[in-house]
């Protein structure tokens, strides 16, 4: 269907008749993924608050469907915008449908993947690229088995049950399920880009220590690189043109001095931000939990945008705050909104922070919380207070004190920074050491895996 409309659009098509079939074209994309993620959630929702008297049961939700709409639409976008050229059918096929970021990112756009595609570039597997590749993909999938799939029943009992747990529990399950998505999504983003690798195809990277960051907005442009990405040229530019047009017509400048008042900050930068991670969140899911993880992300960078506006830097204000505060301060505001990210709706959410506030009081201890039981056997360390405590504690130790993957592979971009690490000479080699260090490793994480398991972000 999208490539019958990509027929349609880019060089040699009357602009009128591009734009309409544009407008078709985003239009029966967004339709399909109505009905498939929203439009069932959207009736029970009535039917729960008595509206409607007939349940509706759920579709089955394709695998990362979000992630192949945004790529399509954002090809036919390029297209419309003479970013992208038209392709043939096995170019566009091959880009639609090449397996490792097909269904959960990174959002590629097709002007980075197409010319990797093309036959002149294409001649065979690379050795370099092929060790390489395997490297990175064991690298993933070790953070995946070995780390996040060991944690995941400590958030899941936790938040499945979150009216039995006292604020020891709520907070260690709180902070186990921000352990396990951040070495999903980092697992499953070493994986993509390691298979891509093995066919000397480079992605976009899309996850980059977002846990040391300084700040929300520095945390978005770590976390999720290329939905925030995608945000920012398919979401945001156009909301701010459309708000910075209305001011032009009302006669108000649209200059940074005047972002610096009040009005205009308002208008200029907390309105379209806000506007932005709203959308996000309904992207992640139709319930209203998944609304106020996007709220709140938005009042989190209107915020941190206000704080850069107003204190610009070099204020003394600066100077006074340590980095290990503002690194703590983003990750306790990012594990809020992933209370509401993670719990089964907005009341259970509540509950929880309400709990790990101590509103409801200390509760039960966390060795007597009742479902300790179906913890497998697997991860029985998360039963105990102390062997559960550590093992978060050496998580944040991965995450804080050591390189990430593509600072050891030496894979970061030029201009990159290093973030501050305790092994920062710790570089991969194509060596007989590293080989038989990565292949206990493969091992050690098939041993363990377990077919129940699956990707957090296949949900999207």
Not at 157 to 164: D, E, G
Request: positive net charge; charged residues 15%.
């Amino acid at each position: 269907m999208n490539y019958l409309f990509a027929r349609m659009l880019g060089e040699g098509k009357p602009e009128a008749s591009q734009s309409r079939w544009l407008v078709i074209a985003i239009l029966a994309n967004l339709g399909l993924l109505g009905y498939y993620k929203y439009l069932f959630p959207f009736l029970n929702f009535f039917h729960d608050h008595g509206v409607t008297n007939h349940a509706f049961a759920n579709v089955v939700l394709p695998l990362g469907i979000s992630f192949f709409t945004f790529t399509q639409i954002a090809y036919l976008i390029d297209l419309r915008q003479q970013i992208a050229k038209r392709q043939g059918l096995l170019p566009y096929s091959v880009f639609v449908t090449f397996f490792p970021h097909l269904i959960a990112g990174p959002i590629i756009h097709p002007r980075e993947l197409m010319p990797q595609l093309d036959e002149d570039r294409i001649r065979g597997l690379d050795a370099g690229d092929l060790a390489l590749g395997v490297s990175w993909f064991v690298m993933g999938l070790a953070k995946k088995v070995l780390i996040a799939d060991r944690i995941a029943p400590l958030s899941d009992i936790v938040f499945h049950n979150p009216q039995s747990a006292g604020i020891v529990t709520a907070w260690l399950g709180a902070l186990a399920y921000s352990m396990q998505l951040y070495f999903d999504f980092s697992g499953y983003s070493d994986m993509a880009l390691g298979l891509a690798r093995m066919f000397s195809i480079e992605f976009p990277f899309n996850f980059n220590s977002p846990y040391k960051s300084q700040g929300i907005i520095e945390f978005w442009q770590r976390w999720h690189m290329t939905l925030s990405r995608y945000l920012n040229e398919y979401l945001y530019t156009p909301i701010l043109r459309w708000t910075n047009g209305r001011r032009i017509s009302a006669g108000k400048k649209v200059s940074r001095k005047a972002s610096a008042t009040l009005e205009g900050f308002t208008s200029m930068v907390a309105f379209p931000v806000i506007m932005t991670m709203f959308l996000a969140g309904i992207w992640h899911g139709a319930g209203m939990q998944f609304v106020m993880f996007g709220v709140l992300q938005g009042l989190y960078l209107t915020v941190n945008h206000a704080w850069r506006i107003f204190t610009p830097q070099g204020h003394r204000f600066h100077r006074k705050v340590p980095a290990p505060f503002m690194i703590a301060l983003t990750f306790v505001a990012f594990l809020i909104s992933l209370v509401f990210f993670r719990s089964a709706n907005v009341h259970e959410a509540v509950y929880l922070l309400q709990t790990m506030c101590g509103i409801h009081g200390r509760g039960p201890a966390f060795d007597a919380f009742p479902y300790m039981k179906y913890i497998p056997p697997t991860s029985r360390f998360l039963s105990h207070l102390s062997t559960a405590a550590l093992s978060l504690l050496i998580c944040f130790f991965i995450i804080w004190a050591l390189p990430n993957t593509q600072e050891i592979l030496g894979q970061l971009p030029k201009d990159e920074v290093l973030k501050p690490s305790i092994l920062p000479n710790l570089r991969w080699r194509p060596t007989a050491t590293w080989s038989l260090g990565l292949t206990l490793l493969f091992c050690f994480a098939i041993l363990l895996l377990d077919a129940s398991t699956s990707f957090l972000y296949f949900q999207f």
